[in-house]
């Protein structure tokens, strides 16, 4: 079945250096969302890519959806302490059904 | 508005128990879905709905009943409770191409 792959598993960086997580898919995705979770918290919602190359821009966080749609990134730029936590993307199967990845783990030094 | 609740967030059961986790919106979302969290696994759908009435399975249904009565509610239930169900369940409904999640409900199956 479909897989969505994610690396690094887990990056330890000190505050104020940038970050990034990869996302990868064994097929072409309709769309791609990422969600962040805070340790003990719930995932939430960030941003969802549709369109071949697009890169959209939260603050300092930004989303880039690949050319073949396969692949996705997310870019934060001078981590923050409020930075921390799980990172997940997820696109949907055929049937529409969200499959995740096993999300990237963030911690900042300070 | 309190979007997406789960009752109960803790729970400990023993092998062979029954149990029902509750989830709730008030969002009139159609799309509610069943979600697992295990450690380094990310998150897998157990069940989801696309509206009252309407159920199908996830990637990981076998030992889980759902039904969907009303838009609002939709309980998780825990046939036999074995100790490869301990995790993190979380309950999400869809709307606007955005998914909402629940708290959580941490499982403890002894």
């Known amino acids: 079945g479909q897989q969505v792959m994610q690396i690094p598993q887990y990056q330890h960086v000190q505050e104020g250096e940038d970050f990034t997580t990869y996302c990868n898919s064994s097929?072409?995705?309709?769309?791609i969302q990422w969600y962040k979770q805070r340790p003990g918290g719930h995932p939430v919602f960030l941003i969802q890519l549709v369109k071949s190359g697009e890169v959209k821009k939260q603050k300092r966080l930004t989303f880039q959806f690949g050319e073949a749609k396969k692949n996705s990134s997310l870019h934060i730029t001078a981590t923050q302490t409020t930075d921390v936590g799980t990172y997940f993307c997820?696109?949907?199967?055929?049937?529409?059904?969200?499959?995740f990845g096993a999300g990237t783990i963030l911690r900042v030094k300070s | 508005n309190a979007g997406v609740t789960q009752t109960p967030k803790f729970q400990v059961l023993k092998t062979g128990q029954s149990m029902t986790l509750q989830c709730a919106q008030d969002m009139n979302h159609e799309y509610m879905s069943w979600y697992r969290q295990d450690p380094g696994m990310g998150l897998r759908l157990i069940h989801y709905?696309?509206?009252?009435?309407?159920?199908d399975q996830g990637e990981v249904p076998n030992g889980y009943n759902v039904s969907r009565s009303t838009t609002e509610d939709f309980p998780l239930r825990l046939l036999s409770a074995a100790p490869s169900q301990t995790s993190v369940y979380f309950c999400a409904s869809t709307g606007s191409k955005t998914q909402y999640f629940g708290p959580g409900t941490r499982l403890l199956v002894l």
């Open positions: 709905s696309v509206g009252a009435g309407i159920t």
């Open positions: 997820a696109g949907p199967t055929r049937g529409n059904k969200l499959v």
């Open positions: 097929t072409t995705l309709s769309n």
